[in-house]
């Protein structure tokens, strides 16, 4: 369906008939007009087709004005800048624009997936619950794969987003939202009451609808007020105005997300670095809204051929780009609103098979005028269906019948010829942003639709959003609300005033009855993009679907990209009737942000690549790096992997660092060890509060290694504390642990141990730190001429320090996390990377090499010692991974002593902490593999623990692994299976410990 | 997003500048007397928790500024925050008295107990 002319002559006062814009639309090359947008300058050139349905790929065309089109969905741009699902009526055209239809395969005009509306009717209301269940390997290998082909909204854009977004925060006193009538005016008297006003609007241009509506300001036409209004703010001081902005969530105290499209429309700023998209988060003492009304459609037999659209979309394609919906069309509506599209369509050329009105009469100024221009009115009637050829694609004329409200069957049906329509079932406020934030709702049963109700933020609605229709009224209520938002505000006088002709009310339609059944392809769509028909609801009625909340989510009603925008009232209507309910009594479901989508872009702003997250380095940072390190993130940290050398593979040079520790001496960056100095009069009370076991007993000098629970008895962090003084400690956390164990002591001091005179204060970046592991460490710690005694006797296991090494000034721990004689040197950080250099010259002759944190974690695997994070997941008690010795029986409370007494902590069969060795040493097995009861042929299995660290020990030549299994500690020597994908691997319960039991190579 | 006030440092700022740390009021039974505390009132004190609809009385903690803890009084219904005061305090004496539900009940013993002139900061 091509090649008509629908461009009219003239008329169209947004487009600029001397600018001409070439683009494409799925590959052919079309040309429009400065000022068209996607759905108007493809119209014009005769394609009305724009896509397929969700669920049964009809063809589709345009339906709307605005941010309500939920047929119209087009992707704009190729490869990296492509955006899907975008509303062809919003899309501002330029030169060079790229615009592809979407939901369609093969081709729009061909359809594969059209068959799925000659099988519709195996694809009732909730069809997703009913036949995608069974049987289970028709979703794997038919309808997953038909689905993901065939449809789907959209594709992704390919490759990495090439253009820049920006996040702003702004304040103000007055935000409007919407710069209709009502909101120009609320803006006016806010901002010369001398507030700071923000205004913004979706569209590109102020107004509204004030250009498509009836009724003088001042006595001139509406745009006149409009301009000057609009040149009134722009220039003042006081008023942030913004265009191409949408506000699409309001959360509380009235903290907004406005959406700006910048440059979307301008390619040309777009290459200069222009930020394509803006999200702004406002803040705003008062919010206006001033969103206005979306035209409902109506729900007849086949509403949703391409031909059918609201009545305000086609008055706009004439009034505001010159183009023609169709040849001739027909207008149907319950209101008098749409009569002024047919008055419209008459002036610019378009014929007018006649104004179908539901109502009996036509006793009306509309009326009127309708007649006095030669329009025929043809009252009392309804659509009972349309005529349409080649698969929907063409339109060719209605069926029309007499409406008598609750009527079954249609008789006396007569036929009128036309290509297109124009309907309007009436006007539902834009209250989607009033009810994000807990805004309620009052049914207005003039309008037949919600309005704003109560609200707990500052926030009001105005005009049409508000359900005020009438200009004069709407001009009204935006001043008033301007000047209240301010406090001081004082009605002025000389307000403009509106007039304009009084409306007969409308009468609801929700159903417009056919003369078949509802589905021999009689459909009548209430959710266009969800295809969801009056008859899915009515059969979700039937099927004890009560609460609207309930069948919204079994019809998928409502829960397309446009969030109900025009299926919402609708569905209600027809919900209402089928049940013989009023529809307050069937309720309304909730409109959840975002009001239209917005990018991921402008979500992510300027936080991307380098920005997305700061990292910390160590003072070894760069020498890290220029040895060719592995980084490995740990929280914000980047700690050195593994150091490969030329020719090494990761596994190479991570055995290679493991074998220098286990026999020569290794050196290790921990700077990143979380460092908190706990220092006052209650600083060793306090520590014993925390602290699993004693540490008031900890003599100066010495360390000790402290396990931290939970108050639900759940091991959350490790690590050793040294004593530095009678009030004064130094507490090592895990590394990724250090905010948030300095957060936890904070929280207990100021929370619960209020009496206790105790300072926390982290230093974890003052220090950087060092271990200096393996059987050849007190040599080279000799090397480096320590001013205090390094002998076996005078600094034993487990003692510390603080003196200098040469000229370096250290504290210095006997502490070992691998099992070697090793100590961890600590000095202030500036003068971290001296130390470091010397200690490799020191270690130089003893074949000191640097090792990275995956060999330490295997160090520590050898050793059986735990990693929190690793051995634990929060569900881990001290008696689950074999540390009860470490908590006190002597201490009257601790955290989370108590709850280690409670009956399920110390019931039989918890999982307990074991060591694995697998039958074939070379099998590492994958971390969180499950151990099971009883291997089976498929899943489900019974599970019975599993692995939490697994690595290869070149130190045994074997894999090692612990894991936690249930009731593990006295089924040594048992051999447990791990299924895996592939295989099934087995391997032995043996004590946690793999490597020198003793202890004797730390203790030297 | 809330607003939220510090009484302790003045600051003022988004929700994500302070970090909301549950209810307030809430007493660890061992730290009175470790000796007794029944599985019972282990469980209370760890899980149970209220959910007014209305006055509900939380601790929130000033991330971003003094790091200090405080106790807020907030309405969950129009989320607006009706007093800030110390983390060893007591609300003021009005709100203890607007209390419902559990929390009215919470508070019985202790409007009884308090002199007006304890009254916590209100903002
Ligand atoms: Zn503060």
Redesign the pocket.
């Known amino acids: 369906m091509s090649g008509k002319p629908y461009r009219l002559a003239q008329g169209g006062r947004l487009i600029d008939r001397s600018k001409k814009v070439s683009f494409t639309f799925d590959g052919q090359s079309m040309t429009g007009f400065a000022g068209d947008t996607v759905a108007s300058a493809v119209l014009a050139n005769g394609q009305r087709v724009f896509g397929r349905s969700f669920k049964y790929h009809r063809p589709r065309g345009v339906v709307g004005l605005g941010s309500e089109e939920m047929n119209a969905l087009v992707g704009i741009g190729e490869g990296p800048r492509h955006e899907p699902n975008l509303r062809a009526p919003q899309v501002e055209l330029h030169d060079g624009l790229i615009a592809q239809s979407q939901n369609r395969w093969p081709s729009l005009n061909f359809d594969i997936g059209a068959l799925n509306s000659k099988l519709s009717r195996f694809i009732p209301g909730g069809f997703y619950y009913k036949t995608f269940m069974w049987p289970q390997a028709f979703w794997k290998h038919v309808y997953e794969p038909m689905i993901r082909r065939a449809a789907g909204l959209g594709k992704a854009p390919a490759g990495s987003d090439p253009d820049t977004y920006e996040h702003m925060h702004a304040h103000c006193d007055v935000l409007v939202i919407g710069a209709g009538i009502a909101g120009l005016a609320a803006a006016e008297a806010a901002q010369a009451a001398g507030a700071r006003v923000i205004i913004c609007d979706e569209t590109p241009r102020f107004g509204g609808v004030a250009d498509l509506s009836a009724g003088t300001i001042d006595g001139a036409p509406q745009l006149d007020w409009v301009h000057t209004r609009a040149k009134l703010l722009a220039e003042a001081g006081n008023v942030h105005v913004m265009t191409r902005t949408t506000a699409v969530g309001h959360w509380h105290h009235n903290h907004l997300m406005l959406f700006e499209r910048v440059s979307d429309h301008d390619p040309e700023g777009l290459a200069r670095g222009t930020p394509r998209h803006r999200l702004w988060k406002v803040r705003a003492k008062h919010v206006i809204l001033a969103t206005g009304a979306l035209e409902r459609p109506i729900a007849f037999a086949n509403n949703d051929r391409p031909g059918i659209m609201l009545a305000t979309a086609a008055r706009g394609l004439v009034e505001r780009h010159g183009v023609a919906p169709g040849m001739k069309g027909v207008v149907f509506t319950n209101n008098d609103d749409a009569y002024l599209t047919a008055l419209s369509l008459k002036r610019a050329g378009v014929a007018v098979a006649g104004i179908i009105d539901v109502r009996q009469g036509t006793d009306s100024a509309a009326a009127r005028d309708a007649r006095n221009a030669g329009i025929e009115i043809i009252p009392g009637h309804a659509i009972a269906g349309v005529e349409s050829g080649y698969g929907g694609l063409s339109l060719s004329g209605v069926k029309i019948a007499p409406w008598r409200k609750g009527q079954g069957r249609v008789v006396n049906e007569s036929r009128l010829a036309c290509d297109f329509i124009a309907m309007s079932g009436g006007f539902n406020p834009v209250v989607n942003l009033w009810c994000h934030n807990g805004g309620k709702l009052t049914f207005d049963s003039g309008l037949q639709s919600y309005r704003p109700g109560k609200h707990h933020d500052r926030i009001q609605a105005v005009g049409a959003a508000n359900g005020t229709m009438d200009l004069a009224a709407a001009l009204a209520e935006g001043y008033a609300a301007g000047e209240a938002a301010v406090k001081d505000g004082e009605p002025k006088a000389g307000r403009s005033k509106a007039e304009s002709a009084p409306q007969r009310p409308l009468e609801p339609i929700w159903f417009s009855p056919a003369t078949g059944k509802y589905n021999e392809g009689n459909k009548h769509f209430i959710d266009f993009q969800n295809d969801v028909t009056a008859a899915d609801l009515e059969l979700a009625q039937r099927e004890g679907y009560e609460s609207v909340e309930h069948t919204k989510r079994y019809t998928t009603f409502g829960m397309a990209t446009d969030q109900g925008k025009t299926s919402n009232l609708n569905g209600l209507g027809v919900l209402a009737e089928a049940t013989g309910k009023t529809i307050p009594e069937i309720g309304i479901t909730t409109f959840r942000p975002p009001y239209t989508p917005f990018s991921f872009g402008s979500i992510a702003g300027s936080l991307t690549k380098n920005l997305f997250l700061p990292v910390r380095r160590t003072p070894i940072f760069r020498w890290h790096k220029a040895q060719n390190a592995v980084f490995e993130p740990v929280g914000q940290w980047r700690r050195a992997y593994t150091y490969p050398r030329a020719g090494e593979d990761k596994h190479q040079s991570i055995n290679r660092e493991i074998l220098a520790v286990r026999n020569k001496v290794g050196l290790l960056d921990a700077s990143t060890l979380g460092k908190i100095e706990i220092k006052g009069p209650d600083a060793a009370e306090f520590l014993d509060r925390v602290y699993t076991n004693m540490f008031s007993t900890l003599k100066v000098g010495r360390c000790r290694y402290g396990l931290m629970m939970n108050e639900l008895g759940f091991l959350i962090d490790d690590g050793v504390t040294v004593r530095l003084g009678d009030d004064h400690f130094l507490m090592h956390t895990t590394s990724g642990g250090a905010d948030r164990i300095a957060a936890w002591l904070e929280e207990w001091l100021q929370t619960e141990w209020t009496q206790y005179k105790v300072f926390v204060t982290p230093v974890t970046e003052q220090w950087a730190q060092f271990a200096i592991a393996g059987p050849k460490a007190r040599e080279v710690l000799s090397k480096l001429g320590p001013d205090f005694d390094i002998s076996a006797e005078g600094f034993a296991h487990m003692a510390m320090k603080q003196g200098k090494l040469g000229s370096h000034p250290v504290r210095i721990y006997r502490i070992s996390f691998s099992g070697e004689l090793s100590y961890e040197v600590a000095t202030p950080a500036n003068l971290g990377r001296g130390l470091w250099d010397a200690i490799l010259s020191a270690g130089a002759e003893f074949g000191i090499e640097a090792y990275g944190t995956e060999a330490l974690h295997v160090l520590r695997a050898e050793k059986g010692y735990i990693v929190i994070g690793d051995e634990t997941d929060g569900t881990v008690t001290p008696g689950d991974v074999g540390l009860d010795g470490l908590v006190s029986k002597k201490k009257a409370d601790f955290i989370g002593k108590r709850s280690l007494e409670q009956s399920f902590l110390r019931s039989a069969g918890r999982k307990q902490l074991v060591g694995l060795l697998t039958e074939d040493p070379k099998d590492v097995l994958p971390d969180g593999a499950y151990a099971v009861r009883a291997v089976k042929d498929k899943p489900p299995m019974e599970m019975i623990g599993q692995v939490t660290s697994t690595y290869y020990s070149p130190t045994l030549d074997h894999s090692i692994a612990m894991a936690l299994i249930e009731n593990g500690r006295s089924r040594m020597g048992e051999t447990l299976s791990f299924p895996l994908d592939d295989k099934v691997v087995k391997a032995k319960i043996t004590d946690p410990v793999f490597y020198d039991k003793e202890g004797s190579r730390q203790n030297v | 997003m809330l607003i939220v006030h510090?009484p302790?440092?003045?600051?003022e700022g988004d929700e994500t500048d302070f970090h909301y740390g549950g209810e307030a009021h809430i007493r660890r039974p061992a730290t009175q007397d470790p000796t007794t505390v029944s599985d019972a009132a282990q469980r209370d004190y760890l899980f149970m928790r209220r959910n007014p609809k209305g006055l509900h009385f939380e601790r929130w903690r000033?991330d971003r500024?003094?790091?200090?803890w405080?106790h807020a009084v907030r309405d969950t219904v129009t989320m607006d925050f009706k007093a800030t005061y110390g983390i060893t305090e007591l609300p003021p004496r009005e709100l203890m008295e607007a209390a419902s539900g559990e929390w009215a009940a919470f508070f019985k013993d202790k409007l009884d107990a308090a002199k007006p002139s304890r009254k916590g900061k209100s903002s």
């Open positions: 510090c302790v440092c003045g600051a000033c500024g003094c790091g200090k405080f």
